[in-house]
């Protein structure tokens, strides 16, 4: 498996081949959450189409393909020195504040290393607010800047398209000789748990269900992933869906691991 250098919430790495075996054979895929994109580095489609909402993070997958190794190499820079809550607070002001696209990059891949249990949340500000790692009462071992995965990264985006929109306008991309993988934020758990808020403009029901309706709608195959519950059974409803079972640890405790039941769902090209 090719793997990502990025730590992301609700990451695919664990259903990767499942996922995979439902999107091969298909010229084109389109990915519209790419998130850590470990999906879209493996997938075998010769041709693929990529976004998230997520500026800053297009912004770094844009600043790879452009610079390559002479942005890997200033961004190796800030992995090391010794590496400290003073320092993380510092740095992630300055993600906060700076207009430079490469040094917005950079800190990118230093927060996402150095950030508490690896999250990547928003305030209504647009500001990133996630908290240091670790624990003051523990010793922390430094982080290793993940060279190896970002180089690969590089070798293997090559002919991607990325694209800063919201899913709705890459569902316009797509025709027949497309598939779409689309894993959305998920609906929560319950009402006072889990994290769904990638981005400062959230995922509601209402998004949910004008996905459910761009996916019923789409000229080509579609594969969904999100979590079981009865409201994603309703809005997916004549859809194929498969039941899945996956080991999550993302909660709100950092030690805590979730066994999570999530769905697959396959829309094929025509209606049935
Ligand atoms: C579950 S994550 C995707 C994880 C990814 N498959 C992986 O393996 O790392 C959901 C992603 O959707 C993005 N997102 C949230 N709302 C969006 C929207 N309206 N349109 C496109 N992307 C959105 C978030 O920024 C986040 O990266």
């Known amino acids: 498996m090719n ?47 990529v976004a998230d909402i997520n500026p800053d993070l297009i912004n770094l997958f844009q600043t790879l ?20 809550k003073e320092k993380y607070y510092s740095n992630r002001k300055l993600f906060n504040s700076t207009k430079n696209k490469e040094e917005k990059s950079a800190l990118f891949v230093y927060l996402n290393r150095h950030c508490y249990n690896g999250l990547w949340r928003y305030n209504a500000n647009g500001e990133f607010n996630v908290a240091y790692r670790g ?28 694209f800063c929109c919201s899913f709705e306008k890459m569902f316009e991309m797509a025709d027949e000789n497309c598939v779409i993988y689309a894993d959305p934020p998920y609906v929560p758990m319950n009402s006072t748990s889990n994290f769904t808020g990638y981005s400062k403009e959230g995922f509601g029901k209402e998004s949910q269900k004008t996905l459910a309706d761009h996916v019923r709608n789409a000229p080509c195959r579609v594969v969904v992933s999100n979590r079981d519950t009865e ?6 409803s004549g859809m194929k869906m498969i039941e899945l079972s996956v080991q999550r640890n993302i909660s709100c405790k950092g030690d805590k691991r979730l066994k999570d039941k999530e769905l697959l769902i396959v829309k094929e090209k025509y209606n049935e």
């Not at 790495?13 to 790419?34: K, N, Q, V």
């Not at 393909?65 to 400290?84: P, S, T, W, Y």
């Not at 010793?139 to 990325?162: A, G, M, S």
């Not at 409201?231 to 997916?236: A, L, M």
């Open 3 to 49: 793997k990502s250098f990025l730590h992301w919430p609700g990451g695919k790495s664990r259903l990767l081949t499942y996922i995979l075996s439902h999107l091969d054979g298909h010229h084109i895929l389109i990915e519209p959450f790419a998130g850590s994109g470990v999906v879209f580095l493996n997938g075998n489609n010769p041709q693929k189409k």
């Open 65 to 84: 393909q452009n610079k390559g190794q002479a942005f890997i190499d200033e961004c190796e820079k800030l992995f090391i020195e010794e590496d400290n």
């Open 135 to 162: 624990d003051p009462k523990e010793t922390l071992r430094q982080v290793n800047f993940p060279r190896d995965e970002i180089e690969q990264f590089c070798q293997l985006t090559k002919n991607v398209e990325f």
């Open 231 to 236: 409201f994603i059974r309703e809005i997916y």
